[in-house]
């Protein structure tokens, strides 16, 4: 009788690790992640690459909101990033760009 009982217990909880494995709502994408994949190809890793006329991140001026208004509507060489991110990774990637200001600055 116990043992049926372990084993009944055994399988409700292979039951519950094994669901685990299956896919939950989409994980929030980190700006870090963001960045690599969509901005570093101009602006590079920590801000200062320049390509394309793209300005040093490492010392931008520009606000939050700035920032999230040139990622969404592009500026010259800036392609605009409404149409290719949601709302929320425009202002992950955004917010994102802060933490490149210290990373060069002398
Ligand atoms: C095709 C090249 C290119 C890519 C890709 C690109 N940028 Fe830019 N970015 C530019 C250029 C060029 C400028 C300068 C625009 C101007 O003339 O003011 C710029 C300017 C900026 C600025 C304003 C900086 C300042 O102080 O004026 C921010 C912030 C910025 N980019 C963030 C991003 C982010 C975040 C991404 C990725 C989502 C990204 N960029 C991807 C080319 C690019």
Same mark, same amino acid.
């Given at each position: ?23 939950? =709502?989409?994980?929030? $994408?980190?700006?870090?992640? #963001? ?10 890793? %920590?801000? &200062? ?26 500026? =010259?060489?800036?392609? $605009?990033?409404?149409?290719? #991110? ?10 994102? %760009?802060? &933490? ?7």
């Amino acid at each position: 009788m116990n043992k049926t009982l372990i084993l009944l217990i055994f399988l409700a909880l292979l039951y519950a690790f094994a669901s685990c494995g299956t896919p939950h =709502a989409p994980e929030k $994408v980190s700006g870090a992640d #963001l960045f690599k994949k969509h901005c570093v190809l101009c602006h590079g890793a %920590t801000g &200062t690459l320049g390509l394309n006329g793209a300005r040093d991140l490492s010392k931008s001026k520009l606000s939050r909101e700035q920032r999230i208004e040139i990622v969404s509507n592009g500026k =010259a060489a800036m392609p $605009v990033f409404r149409q290719i #991110l949601s709302q929320d990774e425009i202002e992950a990637v955004a917010e994102y %760009t802060f &933490t490149l200001l210290t990373a060069s600055n002398e």
